[in-house]
């Protein structure tokens, strides 16, 4: 495990398909935490960086990359601001992320990959203190907002990240938690909300556990 001070801030991530209302929870999360302390919201990918460029255009459909070399640089992305989430809880500020190593592994792995393959380079990454998984039917996903044109925007590739969600190696010793993400804003955030504050209180009450390294 990471090295950490007695207190430190709590890591929560926010994962689901393309339109489950990710970057609208995170950000009423983040919103929420900062009644309590700094909070430091991030995303993945994180299209700033030099890795993120890439991927940017990948997205867009501007490059072409062999599977597993845009997989790579998926996880070197997390990889570059591994530090400074370490660092940040550290400091007792609380990251909320959009996104991490389990689209990661659910994206490629619907396109083909191996599985474990996929799961590898993101071992050892630090583990969230939480992760709200945002799922949505497909019929309720059908009467949202058209998909976007990036890669992987299609009804067929969603379907297949949908079942690589489910894959119970992806939630090995991490603290998942299903949210049905069909109802209306304000009562899946209420219902994050109460989680958030009955992890934080334990975590006070029993004493902070280190940051663990993912799937280690
Ligand atoms: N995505 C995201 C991956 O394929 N692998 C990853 O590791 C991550 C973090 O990027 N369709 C995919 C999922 C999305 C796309 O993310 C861009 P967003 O949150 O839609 O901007
Ligand atoms: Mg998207």
């Known amino acids: 495990s990471w090295p950490t001070t007695a ?12 339109r489950s209302g990710k970057s609208t ?3 009423l999360l983040a919103k929420h935490l900062e009644t309590v302390g700094p909070v430091k919201w991030m995303c993945f990918p994180n299209r700033e960086t030099a890795t993120g460029m890439l991927i940017d255009l990948y997205l867009r ?29 550290g400091r007792g500020t609380h990251v909320v992320c ?20 996929c799961r590898a380079p993101d071992v050892g990454l630090p583990t969230p203190d939480g992760v709200f998984y945002l799922h949505v039917t497909p019929s ?11 890669r992987y925007e299609n009804t067929a590739m969603q379907t297949r990240v949908r079942e690589e969600f489910k894959r119970p190696a992806l939630k090995e ?8 993400g ?10 994050i909300k109460a989680t958030v504050d009955a992890i934080r ?8 556990r280190p940051i663990a390294r993912l799937w280690v």
């Open 140 to 150: 309720e996903g059908a009467k949202r907002s058209a998909f976007g044109d990036e």
């Open 7 to 18: 207190s430190r801030g709590m890591f929560f991530v926010f994962e689901g398909l393309d």
């Open 61 to 89: 459909k501007k490059i072409d990359l062999p599977d597993e070399a845009i997989h790579l640089l998926f996880s070197a992305n997390r990889w570059e601001a591994s530090r400074m989430i370490v660092d940040e809880l």
């Open 98 to 117: 959009d996104r991490y190593a389990f689209s990661g592994v659910a994206y490629s792995a619907a396109k083909g990959l191996d599985f474990e393959w």
């Open 201 to 208: 209180l334990a975590e006070q009450e029993n004493g902070h």
């Open 173 to 180: 010793r991490v603290a998942w938690r299903d949210v049905d």
């Open 182 to 191: 069909s109802r209306e804003v304000g009562v899946i955030h209420d219902e």
């Open 25 to 27: 929870q995170s950000k």
